[in-house]
């Protein structure tokens, strides 16, 4: 299939328009979500004298819409024209986000987890539009180089994005950060016009590219059934699914246990948290960049089990270290190897789906991971009162072990437009 036909451009990656105008607009939407994030977080900290309940509150908001959404947004982004999705998205955000701004002028404060709400839901239409442009013009040889570069942006914001959310509300207030907040999604809604026009999933095919659906669309639920239908009918797909389990599971059973690892194994108070997370950002970043770089000789689900399996051995070790250059070791090489996590799930979602249904394949997928993540973060704290700090570290460890030989079933299945590549060459010549 030609580049024309795609809609992917025969030059370098930076001289892609789309992948300019994406990573352009996903700094402005990251620079207003860090703000969103930890100016309300301190905002609703000072109103509630730290209820937990309330700030708990701004995890749901932020959390729930995957479980609810992600399968709906998934569907309607494979309907849609991506670009105009993304678009209305984030316009709507900005709008929702300036409604709060007047709320607070009234003096009605809670309308703020409205703010990360709205955002969230709209984030469910817009997130999967973009991984099918992502499908439609980026060639498949640059989508995981394409996935390193964002996840090496995610991490130079998971190092500064705290502090910058702290600072806008420390030293302007709730109503600027908001403001900053909505004029960020405001500005990203503009860069987004210089997207190419790309049809819709119908306008392209629909269902005729899956394999045994039906030639017409059909109505929205029967197009959110084939969804699951396309997931199980690929082995590699379906393998995908249980690792997405799993790594949710190990992820999310330490996540709040980390300031148990300071205060219990390393002797230190709780502050020390910040110099740990810290380490992890900055090793993030590193491994971000290094995975740009060696991310074309890699399959992705061999990428995905390196980065899986890293992060076991480091996992164990911080649950059993007493000493403090250790852990921050740890933290490091688990640090680096978390974007192989990323960049190997990103890349085998795109390359294994057709373009007509990524947006469904991403929407089945997606929950699986988040929603065993906060299934357990919601327990973790509980689990902690029952088990010793070293077996839930343990058991975090041996379930990304288990992922890792899921994985290991799938490493000879090529990308399909790879294998048909290699079919075609394998052909004898007239």
Do not use: C
């Given at each position: ?201 119908r306008e392209t095919g629909g269902e005729a590219a899956v394999p045994g659906a039906p030639q017409q669309a059909g109505s929205f639920w029967k197009e959110l059934a084939e969804g699951f ?202």
């Amino acid at each position: 299939m030609s580049s024309a036909a795609t809609g992917a451009k025969p030059g370098g990656l930076f001289g892609n328009r789309f992948f300019q105008t994406i990573l352009l607009s996903n700094v402005l939407l990251q620079i207003g979500i860090w703000v969103r994030n930890f100016a309300i977080l301190m905002y609703v900290t000072d109103m509630t004298n730290s209820d937990p309940v309330a700030i708990a509150l701004i995890y749901v908001a932020e959390f729930l819409p995957i479980f609810l959404f992600s399968f709906i947004g998934g569907t309607f982004a494979d309907r849609w024209r991506p670009k105009r999705t993304m678009i209305w998205s984030d316009f709507l955000s900005a709008l929702s986000v300036f409604v709060v701004l007047a709320t607070l002028a009234a003096g009605v404060w809670q309308m703020i987890f409205f703010a990360t709400l709205v955002s969230s839901i709209l984030s469910q239409f817009s997130q999967p539009s973009a991984m099918r442009m992502f499908k439609i013009h980026l060639r498949p040889d640059q989508l995981q180089q394409a996935m390193a570069f964002f996840q090496s942006m995610v991490a130079i914001f998971m190092v500064g994005g705290p502090s910058l959310g702290i600072w806008m509300y420390h030293e302007f207030g709730i109503n600027d950060s908001i403001a900053v907040m909505g004029v960020a999604f405001l500005l990203s809604a503009a860069v987004l016009i210089r997207l190419p026009e790309t049809p819709s999933g119908r306008e392209t095919g629909g269902e005729a590219a899956v394999p045994g659906a039906p030639q017409q669309a059909g109505s929205f639920w029967k197009e959110l059934a084939e969804g699951f239908r396309y997931v199980w009918r690929s082995p590699v797909l379906r393998t995908l699914g249980l690792t997405f389990a799993l790594a949710g599971i190990g992820v999310g059973m330490v996540q709040p246990l980390g300031v148990f690892v300071v205060t219990e194994k390393l002797g230190k108070t709780k502050e020390f948290l910040q110099f740990l997370m810290m380490v992890n950002g900055v090793a993030m970043l590193i491994g971000g960049g290094l995975m740009a770089a060696l991310s074309r000789r890699i399959l992705p689900q061999k990428l995905l089990a390196l980065g899986m399996f890293v992060g076991a051995v480091t996992t164990l070790g911080i649950g059993l270290s007493e000493q403090i250059w250790l852990t921050l070791a740890l933290q490091f090489i688990g640090g680096l190897s978390f974007p192989a996590i990323h960049i190997g799930i990103s890349t085998m979602i795109l390359r294994w789906s057709d373009e007509s249904i990524v947006g469904r394949v991403n929407g089945v997928l997606n929950p699986m991971f988040m929603g065993m993540m906060v299934v357990m973060i919601a327990t973790g704290g509980s689990l902690k009162a029952w088990f010793p700090i070293e077996v839930l570290y343990a058991a975090s460890a041996l379930a990304m072990v288990l992922g890792t030989a899921a994985l290991a079933t799938i490493f000879k299945h090529q990308p399909p437009e790879q294998a048909t590549a290699q079919a075609v060459q394998g052909m004898p010549s007239h």
